[in-house]
């Protein structure tokens, strides 16, 4: 069974900065996109970024410059890297995964219904 574990959302002032991280396990795919995705409160779930098994990486435009995401293949572990956040950050975030998908091209095109497996979300909270 595959399974996605979010860690680190937290509060933090406008213009810090955190980490969120997701523990992939049970995947047994060679091949993958990960992704961030986030949801405010009475909003569509959104995709932040993602990247693939081939270390290519896409972004949405409202945090490109300011996000990173990266993937340690030992570890299983994705993380997005979130500095200089704004009140608009603030959100739900999931982790995303799925065996079939391909990013082509650095901006992120993915929606919610393109990823079979999710993880039950983090929520950071910025004032």
């Known amino acids: 069974e595959v399974q996605l574990v979010e860690s680190g959302g937290g509060s933090v002032q406008a213009g810090g900065s955190v980490t969120l991280s997701c523990a992939l396990s049970?995947?047994?795919?060679?091949?993958?996109?990960m992704a961030w995705f986030r949801q405010g409160p009475g909003k569509e779930r959104d995709g932040v970024a993602a990247?693939?098994?081939?270390?290519?990486?896409a972004y949405a435009a409202s945090v490109k410059g300011r996000f990173t995401i990266s993937n340690d293949n030992v570890k299983n572990t994705l993380t997005l890297q979130m500095n200089n956040l704004q009140p608009e950050d603030a959100a739900l975030y999931y982790c995303?995964?799925?065996?079939?998908?391909?990013?082509?091209?650095?901006?992120?095109?993915?929606?919610?219904?393109?990823?079979?497996?999710w993880g039950q979300g983090t929520q950071v909270t910025v004032s």
């Open positions: 995303a995964a799925d065996p079939f998908l391909r990013i082509y091209s650095d901006r992120l095109v993915f929606t919610r219904a393109d990823f079979q497996y």
């Open positions: 049970g995947y047994t795919h060679r091949r993958y996109v």
């Open positions: 990247i693939d098994s081939d270390g290519r990486s």
